[in-house]
Antibody
Framework: QVQLQQWGAGLLKPSETLSLTCAVNGGSFSLYHWNWIRQPPGKGLEWIGEIDHSGSTNYAPSLKSRVTISVDTSKKQFSLKLSSVTAADTAVYYC??????????WGQGSQVTVSS | DIQMTQSPSSLSASVGDRVTITCRASQSISSFLNWYQQRPGKAPELLIY???SLQSGVPSRFSGSGSGTDFTLTISSLQPEDFATYYCQQSFSMPLTFGGGTNVEIK
């Protein structure tokens, strides 16, 4: 049973870089794609991007200029960096696995607040 | 990008009611449509994948149907634990996109 454990800084100032990491416990790492998804307060889900074990990535066009997703297969971890954050980036950020063509499971979520 | 439109955005229903939520894609996505349930303060959980396949452990009162651009999630008899927000999501093409969500509230 795979579990995702995520962590990272929760409070940022505008223009700083958001950094989150997700560890995959149990199951295969190389067979799947690994995603970051966010949810602004009171709003819906927004897909940020994904990476596979080789480092191949896909990003949401709206965030592509500011997003970097990287992978460390030796640690079974993947990470998100989002640069030049603003208040609009305040959200709960989730890591999640793509299993075939659906997203399951999800991490517990990390609240990230951007405030001066 | 493929736009996913859910309706209604919210609904009030009673325990035992039959509930139907619809999801429309801006272009054909074949059967690449998934549904998630999110309870307050929790991460979303996969409910139905590939339009109509029930995720392991999900009660049989949940069902999904559709193809192409129009999809439906049905709860045959609403239970107290079903009050939550439901999201559809297409996996036909990148970027992955979600519907805006349907909040199912207690009447």
């Amino acid at each position: 049973q795979v579990q995702l454990q995520q962590w990272g800084a929760g409070l940022l100032k505008p223009s700083e870089t958001l950094s989150l990491t997700c560890a995959v416990n149990g199951g295969s790492f190389s067979l799947y794609h690994w995603n970051w998804i966010r949810q602004p307060p009171g709003k819906g889900l927004e897909w940020i991007g994904e990476i596979d074990h080789s480092g191949s990535t896909n990003y949401a066009p709206s965030l592509k200029s500011r997003v970097t997703i990287s992978v460390d297969t030796s640690k079974k971890q993947f990470s998100l960096k989002l640069s030049s954050v603003t208040a609009a980036d305040t959200a709960v950020y989730y890591c999640a696995r793509t299993h075939h063509n659906w997203i399951d499971p999800w991490g517990q979520g990390s609240q990230v607040t951007v405030s001066s | 990008d493929i736009q996913m439109t859910q309706s209604p955005s919210s609904l009030s229903a009673s325990v035992g009611d039959r509930v139907t939520i619809t999801c429309r894609a801006s272009q054909s996505i074949s059967s690449f449509l998934n549904w998630y349930q999110q309870r307050p303060g929790k991460a979303p959980e996969l409910l139905i994948y590939a339009t109509s396949s029930l995720q392991s452990g999900v009660p049989s009162r949940f069902s999904g149907s559709g193809s192409g651009t129009d999809f439906t999630l049905t709860i045959s008899s609403l239970q107290p634990e079903d009050f939550a927000t439901y999201y559809c999501q297409q996996s036909f093409s990148m970027p992955l996109t979600f519907g805006g969500g349907t909040n199912v509230e207690i009447k």
